[in-house]
């Protein structure tokens, strides 16, 4: 069964939650996630699709393991994943634990599942207030993630949510984000053009006490001069952050375009290196060929994939299932 966003978060139990659904309609609902991820993630699916058919379903050799293994790195799984998977699969295939095409089809999204779930990739919400860092390059959806996580927060799980507009250096974040606050319902603090981004941190914090809030959310630059103009600004958030609450910040996302393939794992790794990235948001995921970059981060960098954007909507924005990713890709 797909997550759910109480499924994704820890919360305390002696908070209010959103209310309950029967049995029927939580699995109708999930069965409808389920459709929409798989029909959200066609191209990468078709990619490999084809390819499997035509492998899998016909008479194994080695041209066989060669042509999946260049689908699963086509559709950018990575080559050390890629490795590692075909290794295993071609091992029990030829040791006679796995055979026929749908057992072997089933195999392979079992071991594309185990490899993306990696990590804690729940989001614990019970320090109060919790502080969330965002961070990512510009145009990965950082600030529209940002957005959408509050309105789930507020209106799924009914916390009080603050926003904070620290990527300061660009008007149109700020106004891009006090839209989605108006939207959600929920409090928003902003600073003047060019201001410190610290400042607004440390304001959001204060106005999440003052108000009795149970998450701040924080959305930060995502372009400067150089890579270690940006490190630095993040570094000096993190650090004003420290000072109010010295375990904070409790959750660091991770924004990366699907479609950026390779080069979103890359700036996985520059951001990982440089800030205590806890998980990974991975957008645009519906307008890619691309998709099993969710399996070379995992793999690659042992980063949990804790959200998805498959679309613009707001359901579109859902807790990350390896399970049902894995499946919706092969299947």
Same mark, same amino acid.
């Given at each position: 069964? $797909?997550?759910?966003?109480? @499924?994704?978060?820890?919360?305390? !139990?002696?908070?209010?939650?959103?209310?309950?659904? @029967?049995?029927?309609?939580?699995?109708?609902?999930?069965?409808?996630?389920?459709?929409?991820?798989?029909?959200?993630?066609?191209?990468?699916?078709?990619?490999?699709?084809?390819?499997?058919?035509?492998?899998?379903? =016909?008479?194994?050799?080695?041209?066989?393991?060669?042509?999946?293994?260049?689908?699963?790195?086509?559709?950018?799984?990575?080559?050390?994943?890629?490795?590692?998977?075909?290794?295993?699969?071609?091992?029990?295939?030829?040791?006679?634990? %796995?055979?026929?095409?749908? !057992?072997?089809?089933?195999?392979?999204?079992?071991?594309?599942?185990?490899?993306?779930?990696?990590?804690?990739?729940?989001?614990?919400?019970?320090?109060?207030?919790?502080?969330?860092?965002?961070?990512?390059?510009?145009?990965?959806?950082?600030?529209?993630?940002?957005? *959408?996580?509050?309105?789930?927060?507020?209106? =799924?799980?009914?916390?009080?949510?603050?926003?904070?507009?620290?990527?300061?250096?660009?008007?149109?974040?700020?106004?891009?984000?006090?839209?989605?606050?108006?939207?959600? /319902?929920? !409090?928003? %603090? *902003?600073?003047?053009?060019? $201001?410190?981004?610290?400042?607004?941190?440390? @304001?959001?914090?204060?106005?999440?006490?003052? /108000?009795?809030?149970?998450?701040?959310?924080?959305?930060?630059?995502?372009?400067?001069?150089?890579?270690?103009?940006?490190?630095?600004?993040?570094? *000096?958030?993190?650090?004003?952050?420290?000072?109010?609450?010295?375990?904070?910040?409790?959750?660091?996302?991770?924004?990366?375009?699907?479609?950026?393939?390779?080069?979103?794992?890359?700036?996985?790794?520059?951001?990982? $290196?440089?800030?205590?990235?806890?998980?990974?948001?991975?957008? *645009?995921?519906?307008?890619?060929?691309?998709?099993?970059?969710?399996?070379?981060?995992?793999? @690659?960098?042992?980063?949990? #994939?804790?959200?998805?954007? #498959?679309?613009?909507?707001?359901?579109?924005?859902?807790?990350?299932?390896?399970?049902?990713?894995?499946? $919706?890709?092969?299947?």
């Amino acid at each position: 069964m $797909a997550r759910d966003w109480n @499924d994704l978060f820890i919360v305390d !139990a002696s908070l209010p939650s959103s209310a309950g659904e @029967d049995a029927s309609g939580a699995a109708e609902r999930r069965s409808g996630v389920f459709r929409r991820l798989r029909e959200n993630l066609r191209k990468t699916r078709q990619a490999l699709a084809s390819e499997i058919q035509a492998t899998l379903f =016909e008479d194994l050799s080695e041209e066989t393991w060669e042509r999946l293994e260049e689908a699963l790195i086509y559709a950018d799984v990575g080559a050390s994943t890629t490795a590692k998977v075909v290794e295993q699969l071609e091992r029990e295939a030829t040791g006679g634990s %796995v055979s026929g095409g749908e !057992a072997l089809t089933n195999r392979l999204t079992e071991l594309l599942a185990e490899i993306a779930k990696t990590g804690e990739d729940r989001i614990d919400i019970r320090p109060n207030p919790t502080v969330i860092l965002m961070v990512g390059v510009n145009g990965t959806g950082k600030t529209t993630t940002v957005g *959408k996580l509050a309105w789930h927060l507020r209106h =799924e799980l009914g916390r009080k949510v603050v926003l904070a507009a620290a990527d300061t250096f660009r008007a149109a974040a700020v106004e891009q984000l006090e839209v989605w606050a108006k939207r959600a /319902e929920v !409090a928003f %603090v *902003k600073g003047p053009q060019g $201001a410190d981004p610290g400042s607004v941190a440390f @304001d959001a914090i204060a106005t999440a006490r003052r /108000e009795g809030a149970d998450v701040v959310i924080i959305d930060t630059a995502g372009r400067l001069h150089t890579q270690d103009d940006l490190m630095g600004e993040l570094a *000096k958030v993190r650090r004003v952050i420290a000072k109010q609450i010295p375990e904070a910040p409790h959750e660091t996302l991770l924004t990366v375009d699907a479609t950026t393939g390779q080069n979103g794992l890359r700036q996985a790794q520059m951001f990982s $290196a440089s800030v205590d990235v806890t998980g990974i948001v991975l957008t *645009k995921l519906d307008g890619t060929a691309k998709g099993g970059i969710a399996l070379a981060i995992a793999h @690659d960098l042992g980063l949990p #994939v804790k959200l998805i954007g #498959v679309g613009e909507k707001l359901e579109d924005l859902r807790p990350f299932d390896a399970g049902e990713f894995a499946r $919706a890709l092969v299947s």
